[in-house]
């Protein structure tokens, strides 16, 4: 299985952005599936945004669409999420995930592995 490790997490004022990483090991970066989740206190895990692995399709839940770009480097090894415009109700601990093959990891369940998670928080 890959693993990762993601960073870019921090306190930013409504309004603000931040870009979240997500550094996969591995030579087979290429051939997972990768999305992002987030958990906020009290709440269950969600998706948040995924891209596939072959054309790089990107998915969102609604309440991002417009603000949240997910891209990714294969050559880096690496998936992106950039988020824009940020509210409060964004606060969260935001989770890479991956799954092997042409799957998109919109659900938990679909997940083969998980980072261990980065905070982000926004003020208002």
């Known amino acids: 299985q890959v693993q990762l490790v993601e960073s870019g997490g921090g306190l930013v004022q409504a309004g603000g952005s931040l870009r979240l990483s997500c550094a996969a090991s591995?030579?087979?970066?290429?051939?997972?599936?990768m999305g992002w989740f987030r958990q906020a206190p009290g709440k269950e895990r969600e998706f948040v945004a995924a891209?596939?692995?072959?054309?790089?399709?990107?998915f969102y839940i609604d309440s991002v669409k417009g603000r949240f770009t997910i891209s990714r480097d294969n050559a880096k090894n690496t998936v992106y999420l950039q988020m824009n415009s940020l509210k409060p109700e964004d606060t969260a601990v935001y989770y890479c995930?991956?799954?092997?093959?042409?799957?998109?990891?919109?659900?938990?369940?679909?997940?083969?592995?998980w980072g261990q998670g980065t905070q982000v928080t926004v003020s208002s």
């Open positions: 995930a991956a799954r092997r093959g042409q799957v998109v990891v919109t659900t938990p369940s679909l997940v083969d592995s």
């Open positions: 891209i596939r692995r072959s054309d790089s399709s990107a």
């Open positions: 591995g030579r087979t970066f290429s051939t997972y599936g």
